[in-house]
């Protein structure tokens, strides 16, 4: 199928992003859709990407049953360079389901997901990968807003212009003492010292390494004296700056079956302070005519406690031993009706590399669960009934809290926010969220997915932004005595339900008995 479409559009002379070939095979009837797309439009681009198709599928295609499961776009020979359109050839129609557990059936797919494909090895060379495929996938994104489309290598700036526009990766913030922000930036070509001058509004944004920006503003070529590093004989002077951000309007997909998703997270089985009582509320409801239309459940993370996370956290387990306590939660999960498929990430707590992403538990962990459990890795990009949903545990979130003014642990809402605005889930290298330098950047949000799904902050919420819902799902732990000390209060034993037909969510509260 992928060597079929990309024929169709090499006759065509249209090269094509792996992300966008990706796309394509998602779509209900793919050549269909290809050959719409192209008589559609006159002149197209050279390379197309995601951000050019999307309008397109959101015009048709989108209350079809989703295509059977593609291979998960790994091909690292391919990774880094643009014009893949006819190397690619064989990464292509692999067999699906190459997740364990996770055999194809019609009602969801996995479409990014790093089980199973890992690459890295930490080396330099890994880390000088990773962080071009982020500036690869974030510049594409930034300019494909109007204004940014004419950007210019930093190289290429030249201080005779009056105005110019950059796109780079952030190396280096820097508070200067008149109270600017000095920012240094880089991209294929070079480093950029940008001075972001504390009168304008500008200077009230919070900037994160290895977030990717773009700017407007001008070279100069004189030094201002504030003593920052002079690259090429000059600093750039911004006036506007643009993130990869969300468009604002954009259709959601809907399901054309009337299916449910119930939303959770942080069950942390073995734990002492673990839920029993509300979590047999919860399944009863599962059983119940309540639940008669949920045919999925997500865990965001957190499956188990896990062993020594924390200091003295032997002190709040229940089951100290690390293959007991998926056993526990295989014994936990057991009256979930098999007709419903429950994907199963890890979190910070679980038996996996602590380095994101992370892949799904191993093989010896699954004993005893059914096979209507898949074993995801975290983060996980998947469709379920042709809605996609990009599920990610949330540890960044302890980054954020620390770093954007404003996010708190109390709201999990302004966090997923950061993420989106710079369609990144981890931002910054060397922070508490530890990074594995895969040969792509499976922390960035592309394409967008229609449901953002994270836990770690053990609190329930729902917000709706265009086009994308983001849910933090609640936990099954009651405040830990470690809890209690860093002053975090959570909102545990609530579900968050939503209809992937009508996008409806509720949220189903089972922490006290029901009158
Ligand atoms: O994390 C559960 C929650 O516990 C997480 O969202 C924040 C809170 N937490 C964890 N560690 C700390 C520290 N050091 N300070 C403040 N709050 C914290 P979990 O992954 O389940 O342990
Ligand atoms: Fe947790
Ligand atoms: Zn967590």
Redesign the pocket.
Known sequence: MREKVLKILLDHGTLIEPEAADFILKQGDPVGFINNFLEGRGNQPLILTVDDLVPAASLGNLDRPPAPAQAVRENPQTQGTLQTATSENGAVDAPPGKLAGGKTEPGYHIISDVTGSSTCNGSIENFTQYFRDRFRVLRRIIRSHAEMGASVKIAALDAQDREARVIGMVMDVNKTKNGHIGLTIEDDTGELYVLIHKDTELVKETYLKDEVLGFTGRLSSGRSGNGSPDKKGGMFIASAMRRPGIPAIREQRRSSEDAEVVFMS?I?AGSSHFLAEPWLRFMEWLNSPQAAKVDYIVVAG?LVDGIG??PNQEEELQIHDIYMQYGELARLMAPVPERIRVFLQP???DAVRPAEPQPAIQEKFRKGFGPNFTFIGNPCHFALAGVEILSYHG?S??DLVGQVPGVT?LDPIPPMHEMLKRRLLTVSYGGKTPLAPEARDYMAINPLPDILVTG???RAAIHRTSGTTLINAS?W?SQTP??KT?N?NPDPAKIIVVNLKTGRCRMVDFLSPAE
């Open positions: 942080d942390h957190d996370v924390y979190g910070n707590h540890k979130i302890d642990y770690h902050v053990h936990a732990q470690f809890q860093h975090f």
